[in-house]
């Protein structure tokens, strides 16, 4: 493959994943399983069965250790990224209106060890 190509690839998959996600700070990275959505730094981002459609349960100690993607002032939701309101006034990202949150256990990018945890957490694949 030709630098060229490499980065004319690299470029478009980029703008894809910003076209699929507007200001999100959300990027897709590879893990064990498979392609999920992860935050800029590529740490895994994680659902909550406990949430419901655009509300977040997960607060004080559980958020503690789940860490909700906050949305900063300013940001604007596009397609199937959205931004709620947290029950203490502050916003958080959520895709298909589910709030989204990393996992104080992971420490590198790619890793996936919240998943599955206690059956409630679970990461978001990209098909």
């Known amino acids: 493959m030709t630098i060229a190509l490499f980065f004319s690839l690299l470029l478009t998959s980029t703008l894809l994943i910003a076209d699929m996600h507007g200001d999100a700070p959300i990027a897709v990275g590879d893990t064990s399983?498979?392609?999920?959505?992860?935050?800029q730094q590529g740490m895994t981002l994680y659902t909550f069965t406990r949430?419901?459609?655009?509300?977040?349960?997960?607060?004080?100690?559980?958020?503690?250790?789940?860490?909700?993607?906050?949305?900063?002032?300013?940001?604007?939701?596009?397609?199937?990224?959205?931004?709620?309101?947290?029950?203490?006034?502050?916003?958080?990202?959520?895709?298909?209106?589910?709030?989204?949150?990393?996992?104080?256990?992971?420490?590198?990018p790619g890793d996936v060890t919240g998943h599955e945890f206690n059956q409630v957490w679970f990461v978001v694949p990209v098909e």
């Open 33 to 39: 399983l498979g392609k999920v959505l992860t935050d």
């Open 51 to 108: 949430d419901t459609s655009g509300t977040s349960n997960c607060n004080d100690g559980c958020a503690a250790n789940w860490p909700p993607l906050m949305a900063g002032d300013g940001a604007m939701a596009a397609g199937d990224f959205s931004i709620i309101m947290r029950s203490d006034g502050s916003k958080q990202w959520a895709y298909k209106d589910m709030p989204l949150y990393t996992w104080v256990r992971d420490t590198e």
